[in-house]
Structures are given as C-alpha cells and as structure tokens.
C-alpha cells in the first residue's frame, strides 16, 4: 500500500500564509501507512497534520513501536512529539508508568488491537524557521520501542516553503489572543490506584490458597498495584479498601458469611505481606452482585433480558429472586447465566489510597513524563510557565494536565487554549464544553472560538463581558476587533 498525501488548503475567517507541498509518492512501511497529510505556514508557526493508519500492524502483547516524526533538513532537524503504540501487555506497563519512557515529548500511546482498524489523527506545530523551508518530513520508527530497536525511517513530503501565498485577504489578519487560569493549590494531594482480583475458592471455603487454580496471577496483580506505590519514595499510603463480592446463586445467609469471610481473608493475606497495621485496611463486602449482574447481561445476546431485569429488580427476598430466574424457560436461562455470569461476579476490588508530597518546578520536569499523576493542576501550571508559549513543551504540558483531569474546569479551560491557538475548532469546543461558563476567561476563550467560526457580533458580546470582568486578554481582543471592523468597512 502506497502512501497518500493530500494537499489542503484550510480556508478560515483569518488571513493565512498557505504551505504549498511538492507531495511525492514515497515508500510505506508494511504496517504503518500515512493515509493524508496537511502541512501548512500559519503567522510564525507551522502546522503539521496527518492520518497514521495502524490497521496493519501486528504487535505481540510485549511489543511496542514508537513513531517518530522529524522535520530534517542539511545541517537541521526538528524531532515532533511521538506516537507511541504498545501491546497489550506494554500499555498496562504505560498506564501503571512501568514501561521506560524515552527522552522525546509524548503525542499520545495508543494501544494496539490486532486485525482491527485503527488511525491516529496526529496534530503538532512548531515554530517556523527559515531551514525548514528545504526540510524533509521523515517518520522514524523504532519496531520495539527500545534503544538498540530495529530503526526505519520513511520520509513523507518535501516542504517546498518557499512559494508562499503572501497575499492578505479582506478577512480578518489579527490573532485573538487566548486566556489561560492559574489553577488553585492542591493542599493534599490524594491519589487512588484500582483492581478487581478473581479470586478462586474451593466450594463453601474462605481460606485462600495462593497456589489453587488463578491465585497466582490475581494475587500478584494485587501485590504489583500496591508495590507501585509502596516502594515510590514521593507517596505514602494512608489507606486500602477491600470489598468482597459474592455471586447470587445458593442461599443468602451463606453467601453473605463467604462474602465477609473471604473479603477478611484477603486482608489478612496483604496484610502479611507488608506487616501492614489493621487500622489502615476497611474491608467490605456485597452477598450477592445483583447490580454486576445487570451489567453482565447488558453485554450478551440473550433473549427475554426484559424479563430477567424484571426480576431482578423486585424488592423480594434474593432467595425468591433466584427461584423466579431458574423457573424461567425451564431452568435453560439460570443454566446460561449460570455459566456465563455468575463466575465474574465472584469477585474482590481493591483501592489502595495514598498521598503525595509537593514538588519543586525543577521535580515537575522530571516527574512529568513519569508519574504524571503526581502532579497538581497547579504544578503543571507553574511548569508550563518556564516554557516560550506556543511551544511543543508549553502545549504539551496543557494537555498532560487535561489527560490527568480529564473532568476538572479550569484543565479543560487551558486546553482549550492551546486548542485554540492552533485554530483546532473541533478540539477547542470539546474543551470548553467542560469549562466552567461562570469564568469571564471562558468567555473570552469562547469569543475567540465564535471568531474563527465568523459569529463576529457574538465574539464581540463575548470579549466585552470578560473585558468588564478585567480579562487583559478579552480587552486586546475587543481592541483589535474594533480596529479590524473599521479597516474593512
């Protein structure tokens, strides 16, 4: 398969420099394939886009492949963030931030799901310099993901930079300038790390058996969880929540005793691998998982579910509950959910709570790209000021924070502007649709937003609100707004 490079003109209500691309058809790997590409100059920052297909890529669950970018030129080069994709078993590394993560700014990880369709849409910008108009865009790929891996490179498309449309429109050929919120302080930093143990038990026993059946991968799980964040010398656990889940089959009295038991038996048993003190345990448990059964039969084909929700959901006695459910189609629907149900329920979660002590800058720059969850909101902030804004780093650290607190207001709020200022509309309202409405930066942002769609009067509404509010930013904007309007009239 060759690659495709598609040239495109990106038409906005502002003045732009367009990048015309000699596009060349160019070798592809076996398994990487670039299915478009978009390079184009806007004010003093180029913009670089393209589509990754990862479709054909096959990668063991230990194997990763690191996709590196770099704008090359005699003399010059230019390495862009990288697109890290890993197996199954490298990805649980990444998330758990086990797996050895190299010097390069990180675009995203992805990982990769065998015989199934996958693209990345790669988005980054760089500020222009006058080399990279002979620069040459190469993918550099490293098939292991390691230093010493097996390297390949693939250039995509010569920047011919030097043929620019420098010619203004009647548009408008002014930035609007984005606000960013300073974020509160985090007094303590909690923190929480998850699993689900399956755990297996001989019929009517609570003991556990680290050897019988499961035991050994579900207890090392737990043990790997709580090892992380034992031996980090920046966190210390204040707490580990343990709840034991039965399923519903059998009688409610003992279910209930193996629930308790076995979720006390768990506890002893991490307990003596850490010489843990009891105090810091709280161990809970559910007879019988009505609710994990409901979830279960939302993920099956299965006919007459209705029914079975029906019955599940009654305020009965649970006994009675499960004597309807095996009197349905002659006992074949209990027999089935039996079967494929029941074994998923019997299970314990486990939280390990713990907090983490306050870093200086120069510990944020390091902690950053490997134990991002660490961090506060704002020492990510305080970080990204040490940056030029506009930067890779500077916008790297915004969307580390957003990734981190993918829910909070003022993380959205600030990705939003680094959304916004490179004119990713479609990113920037996913953004702001999180942000807090009551933040006059939030209008401002939005005010930029309305401009790039061209709702010219609503973005002058929005700057003159936030400008009230004392928004330096939303006062420039309504200044260049106003200048902009009388230039074109």
């Not at 292991?144 to 390949?152: D, F, V």
């Not at 390091?366 to 305080?382: A, R």
Request: include cysteine; glycine fraction near 4%; hydrophobic fraction near 35%.
């Amino acid at each position: 398969m060759k690659i495709k490079i598609c040239t495109t003109v990106f038409i906005l209500l502002m003045t732009f420099h367009v990048v015309k691309i000699n596009a060349q058809q160019t070798l592809s790997s076996e398994s990487v394939h670039v299915l478009s590409s978009d390079i184009r100059k806007y004010d003093s920052q180029l913009f670089i886009e393209m589509e990754l297909d990862l479709s054909d890529l096959k990668l063991q669950s230990n194997r990763s492949m690191s996709i590196v970018p770099i704008l090359e030129a005699e003399g010059y080069n230019k390495v862009l963030p990288e697109v890290l994709v890993n197996g199954r078993t490298k990805h649980i590394m990444h998330l758990r931030g086990n797996q050895k993560s190299s010097d390069r700014i990180l675009f995203t990880e992805v990982r990769r799901r065998n015989n199934t369709r996958q693209v990345v849409n790669y988005k980054t910008s760089v500020f222009f310099q006058n080399w990279m108009r002979r620069s040459i865009l190469a993918l550099h790929l490293n098939s292991c993901g390691c230093e010493g891996g097996s390297e390949k490179n693939f250039k995509l498309a010569k920047l011919n930079l030097a043929d620019i449309d420098m010619k203004e429109s009647n548009a408008y050929s002014w930035i609007p300038s984005v606000a960013y919120v300073t974020p509160k302080i985090e007094a303590i930093k909690t923190r929480t790390k998850r699993g689900t143990a399956y755990l297996d038990f001989p019929v009517n026993k609570s003991i556990i058996n680290p050897e019988y059946r499961r035991n050994p991968i579900e207890l090392d799980k737990i043990k790997q969880t709580i090892d992380v964040v034992q031996n980090d010398t920046n966190v210390y656990i204040t707490n580990i929540m343990i709840h034991g889940y039965a399923s519903p089959e059998g009688n409610y009295a003992n279910n209930k005793r193996l629930a308790e038991e076995r979720a006390e038996a768990l506890r002893k048993y991490v307990s003596s691998l850490y010489q843990f003190n009891n105090q810091i345990f709280t161990v809970n448990s559910t007879p019988e998982d009505w609710e994990g059964l409901l979830r279960r039969l939302d993920a099956l084909d299965l006919k007459g579910k209705d029914e079975i929700r029906s019955i599940i959901n009654q305020n009965i006695d649970s006994d009675i509950k499960e004597q309807k459910l095996k009197q349905l189609n002659a006992g074949r629907t209990y027999q089935y959910i039996l079967q494929e149900c029941f074994p998923a329920l019997r299970h314990s979660d486990y939280t390990v709570n713990y907090i983490v002590r306050g870093f200086s800058v120069a510990e944020v720059k390091e902690v950053i790209g490997k134990h991002p969850q660490q961090l506060s909101l704002q020492e990510m902030f305080l970080l990204s000021q040490t940056y030029e804004k506009g930067s890779n780093e500077f916008n790297e650290v915004f969307d580390v924070a957003v990734r981190m607190f993918p829910n909070d207001p003022i993380a959205n709020l600030n990705a939003s502007s680094i959304a916004l200022s490179k004119r990713d509309v479609s990113t920037a309202k996913k953004y702001l649709e999180k942000s807090d409405k009551n933040l006059p930066e939030t209008e401002n942002n939005m005010g930029v937003l309305a401009v790039l769609e061209g709702r010219i009067k609503e973005a002058e509404e929005l700057f003159a609100k936030a400008s009230v509010a004392g928004v330096i930013q939303a006062k420039k904007n309504l200044k260049e707004l106003e200048k902009e309007q009388k230039t074109n009239k």
